[in-house]
Every structure is written in C-alpha cells, then in structure tokens.
C-alpha cells in the first residue's frame, strides 16, 4: 500500500511468532519484509517501524555489493568490521538509525518492487519517494535522487510556462471529474492534491532548491489556518522559518504583482505614442489616424484593466496574481460577442490577444522574481 503524506506510513501487521515468519537468531527477532527478502542475500537492513510503538525490528534480505555499489556512505559503513553485527540465518545484519518505512520503500523502489507512474502533483507521488529521497541525500545515493528529483521538479518545476502546464493539467482533470459526476448523477468531489508542506519538508531535507518557488508560492496561496481532504497542508510540517517566509513572502509577492502586473501595465497603456502591438494594426484603428499604427483600442483597454484591478485589487495581490493571469488572458481571448462584456464590444480581438501576451510576458517576470520574493538565498538546507 502506498504511503500518503496525509495519513503518515502505514501501521505494520501484528506481530508474527512462529520461526516461519521471523527470522530467530540467538540475540534477534526481525519481522522480515514481504517484498525484499532474498534468499541468496548476505546482509539483512533492519530498522524500527515510526508507525508502531512496541519497538519491533523490521527488515530486508538483500546484497551487500548492491548497496555498496548505490552509497559510499553504506559502503564504508559494510567495510567495518561484522564483529559488532548480529547474523541472521548465515546473513549479516546492520541496524539503520532511520524509519523502516523509509528504509522499506528506498530498497522496494530500487529493486524495482514500487512503480511510480502518476500524472502530475498526483497525491501519492510525494509519499511514495518521501523516504528514498531523505536516505538518497544521507547516504549519497546519487543514482536514487537522480531518478526521483526530476519527479518532483515535473510536480514543482522551476520554469512558469511548466507551471502553466501544470494548473492547466489540474483544471482538465477536475473538469473531467465534475463531468463524470454530472454524467452519473453524483456529487462532485474535486480530485486531491499534494500537500505542499509535506513537498517542502522532502525538498529540504534531500536539498532541492529547484522545488522551491513553486512550492512557497502554492503555500502562499494557500490559507495557512488548515488544510481541506481535497488540499491538505499539514502545517505541523512547517518550521516557524517557513511561516516566516511565507508571512514576508506575502507582502512582497502583492509588492511585486502591483509593479509587474499593475503599474507596468497601465503604463504601457497609457503611452499613447508608442503602439501596443509590434507589426500589428488594430482592426479598430481609422484611416485617419494621425499616429502609425495607433491602436485605437489602449483608451477603453486602459479604463477596463484599471477597474478590473480596482474591483479584484486584494486577491490579485495577496492571494494568486499568476492564477488571476490566466484566468483574465482566457477572459480576454473570448471571441467577439460570445461573452457579450464591453470590453469584447469595445476592444478589437487583436488588441485583446495583445494584451494577454504583455500580461504573461509580466507574469513570467513576477515568476522569475519568487526566490527573492521568499528570500531562498539564505535558506540553509
């Protein structure tokens, strides 16, 4: 069974007595793993369950050369001398001071006993690699972070035209979901997402920053009070220095949206002798027009933009500028008259396509500040 950020590790079955099921030695009892447990292995890796408190010793029969060819760490740690080891059934046994669950699922996943193969911020990703990824960045496993990194970078990438990707992918899926409901006449219930504070523990504690932007701007808008079945956030995952980073990075990020998508937006539409469109004539515009090129579009674009930020100041600023974005570019590229709004009737298709590029091309700018937004140059990890 997958583990799930939200519910923590599974608890393991009781515990079993006869020889058959445990491996008896003269000074040890180990509760052998269902999965990795070889008969041909010459080392047992035993740890304790965080899931159950009776102490009980969890393990799995593998290959020495295979762990010390994937860690160094592991590998010195196989060089010293076994006096100190117990034996279990003519195979050495070394005792891991991390929790069997993490242990478990990194030698599951790399003997191939776990597939992961989830669309994107799929909600059990994060508790399938949880545990590989905090033991590949303890142990140095280099060839585990290099396959389970990227899996997490796909969820939180660090590119805004992947993180548009993403939302999109998000938006279809519940769509689909809502349809499905309305089909066979049952409630809709939206598909759950990854808890962002369970991502950003894993992310530093197996050092990566690529994930972070992503990460700390989803935390941003999301309220911090709790968590839903749908969005959970677990904020006991939180250190008091992301509450910090969140609280301050919230007041930047409203900051930098009133420069990025505010004010050097109603800038550029109110310069009135430079054309909004490159190589572009607006369908609008007069031949009589005194100025090349002149848009006669940017007076009610200018009126419409400055009352829509009026209207929707707070939660453009403070909650989710980049998803405001898309939704005002999808608003703006409805075709004339299919939306009936003045600004459809007074703004020309090809003024309004132009305005949604400048605003994502704003949008990637406020993207690309969100590591200073949350200060991630000092964060030690």
């Known amino acids: 069974m997958p583990l799930s950020p939200q519910t923590g590790p599974s608890r393991p079955k009781r515990q079993r007595t006869d020889d058959s099921d445990l491996g008896v030695a003269s000074t040890r009892s180990v509760v052998r793993d269902e999965k990795i447990w070889y008969d041909d292995g010459n080392i047992v890796v035993c740890a304790v369950s965080i899931g159950n408190g009776e102490g009980l010793l969890y393990g799995c029969r593998c290959h020495a050369s295979v762990l010390a060819e994937l860690s160094p760490v592991l590998k010195a740690r196989l060089a010293l ?11 050495r046994c070394i005792d891991l001071d991390d929790a069997w669950e993490d242990v478990r699922d990194t030698l599951r996943l790399l003997y191939g006993r776990i597939s992961i193969a989830f669309e994107r911020r799929h909600h059990e990703t994060i508790g399938l690699i949880a545990g590989s990824l905090r033991l590949a960045a303890k142990y140095e496993m280099d060839e585990i972070l290099l396959q389970l990194a990227p899996l997490l970078e796909r969820d939180w990438p ?59 701007y989803e935390l941003c808008r999301r309220d911090i009070g709790g968590g839903t079945k749908e969005r959970p956030l677990n904020t006991a995952l939180l250190s008091r220095d992301d509450f910090q980073r969140i609280t301050i990075g919230r007041e930047r990020l409203a900051a930098a949206t009133q420069k990025h998508l505010v004010e050097r937006i109603l800038h550029h539409l109110s310069r009135s002798h430079v ?14 027009d005194s100025e090349r090129n002149r848009s006669a579009c940017i007076q009610p674009l200018h ?34 008259g299919a939306g009936g709004h003045v600004v459809h009737v007074r703004v020309c298709e090809v003024c309004r396509g132009a305005l949604a590029r400048l605003m994502r091309s704003q949008a990637q700018k406020l993207w690309d500040e969100l590591p200073k937004v949350f200060d991630l140059n000092t964060l030690l990890i």
């Open 81 to 91: 001398p076994s006096a100190e080891d117990d034996m279990l059934d003519g195979a």
């Open 275 to 288: 054309p909004l469109l490159d190589g572009e004539q607006c369908t609008k515009a007069g031949a009589g």
């Open 158 to 216: 660090i590119e805004y035209a992947e993180w548009e990707r993403s939302e999109a992918e998000l938006k279809r899926r519940d769509e689909e979901q809502k349809n499905a409901a309305e089909r066979d006449g049952l409630p809709f219930v939206q598909n759950v997402q990854q808890d962002p504070a369970a991502v950003l523990q894993v992310a530093q504690q197996a050092r990566i920053r690529s994930v972070l932007p992503a990460v700390f």
């Open 303 to 336: 009126e419409w933009w400055g009352e829509l930020y009026v209207r929707n100041a707070p939660y453009i600023s403070h909650k989710d500028p980049l998803g405001a974005v898309d939704r005002v570019c999808q608003f703006l590229l409805v075709r004339e």
